[in-house]
């Protein structure tokens, strides 16, 4: 065989191969692709976390894969997700199923997991059938939650998560008993607590309408420890003022208590020989009001008598003294405390009106005005007047 002939072979052998090469390739892609494989195709009907899958995405039901995700086309305010479901699983899928877009780890990406109602469809699921996607309050939680923990997410650096995560697997490990007993006990307390938890609901309403008291309160509170600020300032400057008060009243206090150590008998004697004393006021202590006001109203009395504010000052008394009379007894002083009305005498007979009804009888006969009458006529002129006698000596 010439040089020639030979080389052209081997160019033709390496074109063959580079084909055979090339037709691999593609080959695997197609079955990646599952280009080969028979689907029956399905629309996902879902919102924009659609956008969140990507091709060949697994579709999913109760965790078997039944299907993967074929293309996703954005419509306005939704997105169809075109699912190529297996054959020879659809037929148990019922009709009115619901999709749920999950993450397969909390870094994973998400896949189509299909929700079988609890009441299914008689009529299983076929080709070109919309599902929807699952809007029930657990779903939307679900979905709620994990939009808010991905900041979380990605805010975590992954490596260190995984070493965090490990070190904690390594902590656990051979502690199972111990974690189970733990856990036991905690839903104890949470299954005794739950029935609390209306109560503390009401504590914590009544706490906030004390925290709403206090923040009504709070310019009042500033203010009564600004008063206060100044209250310890003043007691920071009279400190030396009052240690000395509190020296002196130490040595006072100490005083007493030598004297009180000194005279503890005479002290425990004085008391019980001033009972006897002290039960006769107190039987008659409701006599000292009544001497009280007696002393009281007599003060002016005895004022006018000894001539306070006169220009006669002293006392002037006509005392007639009598014989007692025989047989008389005074009356008993051992009938308890008694507080007798004061006796009033009759006015006397010299009264001012009386003198000057005198002056103006008087001022005729005498030939002189009524306040030219001497006041002395009225003690001569007025027992003659009643038809009584008057000596003068």
């Known amino acids: 065989m010439s040089e020639r002939r030979r080389r052209l072979v081997f160019g ?7 084909a055979l090469l090339g037709a691999m390739g593609w080959f695997a892609v197609a079955v990646y692709r599952k280009t080969f494989s028979s689907a029956v195709p399905v629309v996902l009907r879902a919102e ?3 956008t969140q899958l990507k091709e060949n995405a697994d579709v999913k039901v109760r965790g078997v894969l039944v299907g993967s995700v074929r293309s996703i086309e954005v419509r306005p305010g939704w997105v169809d997700v075109e699912l190529a479901m297996d054959p020879d699983r659809i037929s148990g899928i019922p009709s009115n199923v619901s999709a749920r877009l999950l993450p397969k780890t909390l870094f994973g990406q998400r896949y189509v997991s299909l929700v079988i109602p609890p009441e299914p469809a008689p009529r299983a699921l076929s080709a070109g059938a919309v599902i929807q996607e699952d809007r029930s309050t657990q779903a939307v939680e679900v979905e709620q939650a994990l939009r808010d923990l991905l900041p979380v997410l990605q805010a975590v650096q992954p490596q260190k998560l995984a070493s965090t995560l490990g070190a904690v ?25 739950n029935p609390e938890v209306p109560a503390l609901r009401t ?5 906030a309408d004390t925290v709403r008291t206090y923040t009504t309160a ?9 008063d206060l600020r100044a209250t310890a300032a003043t007691l920071t400057r009279q400190q030396q003022d009052l240690a000395a008060l509190f020296g002196t009243v130490t040595a006072a206090a100490s005083d007493a208590r030598g004297f009180l150590d000194a005279n503890d008998d005479t002290l425990v004697d004085l008391s019980a020989d001033s009972r006897p004393v002290l039960d006769l006021l107190a039987e008659y202590s409701p006599e000292i009001p009544c001497v ?3 002393a009281a109203r007599l003060k002016p009395v005895v004022e006018r008598a000894l001539g306070v504010g006169t220009a006669e000052p002293g006392l002037h008394v006509d005392l007639t003294v009598r014989p007692p009379r025989q047989g008389g007894a005074p009356p008993p002083a051992a009938d308890g405390p008694r507080c007798p009305a004061a006796g009033s005498a009759a006015p006397g007979a010299d009264t001012p009106a009386a003198q000057r009804f005198l002056s103006e009888l008087l001022a005729p006969v005498l030939g002189e005005r009524p306040s030219e009458i001497p006041g002395w006529s009225g003690l001569l002129m007025n027992p003659l007047l009643r038809g009584a006698e008057v000596t003068l000596k």
């Not at 033709?12 to 191969?17: M, N």
Request: glycine fraction near 14%; charge should be negative; avoid cysteine.
């Open 218 to 226: 709070a310019p009042d509170l500033v203010d009564a420890m600004a």
């Open 48 to 50: 924009r976390a659609g």
């Open 12 to 18: 033709a052998l390496g074109l063959v191969f580079l």
């Open 292 to 294: 009280a006001d007696a």
């Open 203 to 207: 504590a914590i309403t009544k706490l």
């Open 169 to 193: 697997s390594q902590a656990l490990e051979g502690r199972g008993p111990e974690l189970g007993t733990t856990l036991v006990a905690l839903g104890d307390y949470l299954g005794r607590l």
